[in-house]
């Protein structure tokens, strides 16, 4: 069974950078594309970026100035860093396993990280 | 930048009643279309992919139509459990837009 599992600082300080980790087992991370999504409390869902097995990434328009994201297969896992945070980028933030074919079939749990001083 | 565009944002129907989402895209994306519901709480479910594949598991009540820009999610006799926000996104390049959702209760 594939699982997802995000880690990292549930609070974030304004201006500085957000960064999670998302380690899948189950899976080999070098086969489809895996992605990240996040949901702000009573809000929809965003879509944050992709990043593929061999590095290559695509990312939101609205967020690529700010974003990156990489992946590790030695450790079946996959990043995110977004710099100059603000309050705006509090939220829940899944990781996800992507297909064109099929969407995002699985996910994490979901992570909340709060940008607060 | 292909925008997603659902409707209605809200809908109340009765137990049994016949429920249809439409998700439009601001261009063509083929059928390259996922629902997802999420009930409060918890983690997105896909429902259905490529328009109108059933995910394995997902009660047959659901189903998926359409192509090009129009697309619809059903369930056709509404049961309580089915109480969630539903969302649409394009699959087929990025951005993966997603819809704004649609949130069903039960009246």
């Known amino acids: 069974q594939v699982q997802l599992q995000e880690s990292g600082p549930g609070l974030v300080r304004p201006s500085e950078t957000l960064s999670l980790t998302c380690t899948v087992s189950?899976?080999?991370?070098?086969?489809?594309?895996w992605t990240w999504v996040r949901q702000p409390a009573g809000k929809g869902l965003e879509w944050i970026g992709r990043v593929y097995s061999g590095g290559a990434t695509d990312y939101n328009p609205s967020l690529k100035n700010r974003l990156t994201m990489s992946i590790d297969t030695s450790k079946n896992q996959f990043s995110l860093k977004l710099s100059s945070v603000t309050a705006a980028d509090t939220a829940v933030y899944y990781c996800?396993?992507?297909?064109?074919?099929?969407?995002?079939?699985?996910w994490g749990q979901g992570t909340l990280v709060t940008v607060s001083s | 930048d292909i925008q997603m565009t659902q409707s209605p944002s809200s809908l109340s129907a009765s137990v049994g009643d016949r429920v249809t989402i439409t998700c439009r895209a601001s261009q063509g994306i083929r059928n390259y279309l996922a629902w997802y519901q999420q009930k409060p709480g918890q983690v997105p479910k896909l429902l259905i992919y490529?328009?109108?594949t059933l995910q394995s598991g997902v009660p047959s009540r659901f189903s998926g139509s359409g192509s090009g820009t129009d697309f619809t999610l059903t369930i056709s006799s509404l049961q309580p459990e089915d109480v969630a926000t539903y969302y649409c996104?394009?699959?087929?390049?990025?951005?993966?837009?997603f819809g704004g959702g649609t949130k069903v209760e039960i009246k």
């Open positions: 996800a396993r992507g297909s064109t074919t099929w969407g995002f079939v699985y």
């Open positions: 189950g899976a080999s991370i070098s086969s489809y594309y």
């Open positions: 490529t328009a109108s």
């Open positions: 996104q394009k699959c087929d390049s990025a951005p993966l837009t």
